[in-house]
Structures are given as C-alpha cells and as structure tokens.
C-alpha cells in the first residue's frame, strides 16, 4: 500500500532524537527525497485555479476546501476524493458550491461525529453541518446578529463555537456547543471584557482529568485602541463543574494571541500559542513551566505541531525550531531556509521526517 501526502510544496528535514540529561543542540540537515503525484484531478470541472485551506483527512478519504468570497463566479465549497485513487466521494459527484450562502466565506473545516461522518464548516457568520455519507444538510446555525470566530473545534460527536459582539467585542464573548444530530446550541461559558480591552475568545481544547471532568483550555486576546496596548490571558475552565478552575494574567509580554487550538502533552501540561511566543503550563495549577517570547517574527501563520515529544514552530520569515516539549530547550533550529508559510499552511511529520507548506516570498505554491 503505497503512503500519500497531500501538500501543495514539501521541504524535508531529518527530526533527530536526543538523550536525556543533556540535551545537546545539533544542526538539520536536508535530506532529498522522491515524491510522485498519485493522482491529479479537476477541483472544478472548467480547471479554474483556487486557493485552499489545508485537506481534512477522515476516513479513507480527503477533504478540499475553498477559501474567501467568491471567485469570478465559483461558489464556495468543497471536493471530497478517495485518498489513494482521487476518485470523488458518490455524495460530492457535483463541481464546488452551493453548500453555504453565498455571501459568506469559508474559514474553517472539521470533521466529527460519530464515525466521522460530519463536516462542520465555519464561515463566521454561520455554523454549518453537513452528513459525509449522504452530502446532505444537517443544520445550520446563524449567529446573527453576533459573529462566530474563524475555527470551530471538535468536542467528542458535537461541536464548539466561539461567538460575540464582532470580531473584538466591547462587552461579552462565549463559548458554545452545537448538538452532532440537532444543532441545538448550549452556551458553556461567558467572559466580560475588562479595562476597556475589546477581545475574544480563541479556539479551545480539551481534556479530562483524574476526576472525570471534562476541562476547556483557551487564550483570550485583548486590546486597548486608547493604549494602543495588546493583552493575552490564558484559562481553564470545568465544564463537569460549570466553575473557572484558573485564570491567568500577565504571564507574557506577547501582545496576541494565535488562532490556533492550544495542545494537550504528557504529563498533565498544555501548550499555548501567542503571535510572537509558546507558552506551557501545567493544566491543574496553571503555573507556567516554560515559555519563549520575543521572537523576531510572528508564529502564528503555521499551528504548532507536536511529534514524538518535541514541539515544532514555524516563523513567518521561514524559520524552523524544534523544541523539547517537556522543558522547551532548543533541541534544533534552520534559520537560512528560505520558504515561507503558505496562507493557511502546516507542518507534519512522518516516520520522522518534518514535512512543510511553504511558498516564495514573490508569490504562492
């Protein structure tokens, strides 16, 4: 069975392992590598070129998604292929579009429920369900006159959504599931701004702790138009409970916060991403373990990506660094590659190899 990766570019590096105590850091070097297309087909029927958030893989099969408004007359939407022959899912036999309204603009894609058999799509504006096996609406859930953040984020079948008073809000922001089967929307938690900072709640994760309680981890971004001032804040929240477990303030510099969901690792620790800094804290205390600030650009294009214990960062001006999760040393870093994050881009790794969408800094791959 042959292995299949779906990126737009790839550039290679060797993710070597140390021992402990210490950790020495060693230089990466690249690694040529064979690739050959599997298989190329017809996003649109016309051949009409796009732009593409990254595949969403379930199943045997993967997800194409579209991105922003309208492009010379193609609608929004999504292809879903077979992975190995590119065939298109019997549901999704039709060209792209008209599973959203057109006058929204597609942000985000995920897939749950059970058996992963629901694409959830974000727009901003609206929540949609769709069923995987049928291609047929589930529901739809407009947030107006509020608005939905960019990602949604799996929670077990069903779903989660942030919303609010606009993209930064002057009063409130919540979080709130969406029913797999329904939509029903059940709000979990609400925040108030503070000081005059307009904010909004980025993308949660979650986890269970040793007493069965489901936990939501998240970062707030804050800011102060009159201070010209950023503020980001870090929470865990008991769902089980319905009660804050900690609340953390002024623990960085960083003006911002990610997009991006933060991530769970052993040893009862989270991760969190801030535009120019990681931050890691155990999840039962909150108090910060590690964290790096200040880097000389902003990391927030790529998510992190967490592999065989180490944790991996991608710069806006192309640099690489890979880190020990556990105490955040600098296990190695490549700051004369030239490849830039892709627009909505990723890293991932396989059989230890880091794999990244990049592009030149005159133009998209």
């Not at 970062?219 to 009159?226: A, H, P, V």
């Amino acid at each position: 069975m042959k292995n299949i990766l779906f990126l737009p570019m790839l550039l290679l590096f060797s993710c070597y392992g140390c021992d402990k105590p210490p950790i020495t850091p060693i230089e990466p070097t690249t690694t040529k590598t064979n690739l050959e297309v599997v298989w190329h087909v017809l996003f649109y029927s016309d051949s009409f070129p796009d732009f593409f958030w990254d595949p969403v893989f379930f199943n045997d099969y993967v997800i194409f998604v579209n991105t922003y408004g309208v492009k010379q007359g193609h609608e929004r939407g999504l292809g879903v292929y077979h992975k190995t022959t590119g065939k298109r899912h019997t549901a999704w036999q039709k060209d792209p579009g008209g599973i959203i309204d057109i006058t929204e603009e597609l942000r985000d894609c995920k897939v749950g429920g059970d058996n992963e058999n629901t694409i959830y799509l974000s727009t901003c504006i609206s929540l949609y369900a769709y069923d995987i096996n049928t291609g047929n609406r589930l529901w739809q859930h407009k947030h107006s006159p509020y608005y939905g953040s960019l990602l949604v984020s799996v929670f077990g079948k069903d779903v989660l959504h942030n919303y609010g008073l606009g993209a930064l809000s002057r009063s409130w922001y919540r979080i709130a599931k969406f029913d797999n089967v329904s939509g029903s929307k059940t709000d979990l938690l609400q925040l108030y701004i503070e000081d005059n900072y307009r904010f909004l709640i980025e993308s949660p994760t979650w986890t269970v702790n040793e007493n069965n309680d489901t936990l939501l981890l998240f970062l707030t971004s804050g800011w102060n138009y009159e201070l010209v001032d950023g503020k980001v804040k870090a929470y865990c929240y008991n769902i089980t409970k319905r009660e804050m477990v900690w609340e953390k303030k002024g623990f960085t510099n960083d003006k911002d916060a990610s997009k991006h969901a933060p991530i769970i690792i052993e040893n009862n620790k989270v991760i969190f991403q801030s535009m120019r800094a990681i931050h890691c804290m155990d999840i039962a205390s909150g108090e910060l373990v590690w964290q790096h600030e200040f880097m000389p650009n902003s990391i927030s294009m790529t998510p992190l990506l967490y592999y065989n214990g180490k944790l991996f960062s991608r710069m806006q001006g192309s640099e690489v660094y890979c880190y020990d999760a556990q105490s955040g040393q600098v296990l190695w870093s490549n700051v004369s590659i030239q490849a830039y994050p892709a627009p909505g881009g990723r890293m991932d790794a396989y059989q230890d190899k880091l794999y990244l969408t990049a592009s030149p800094d005159d133009g998209y791959v």
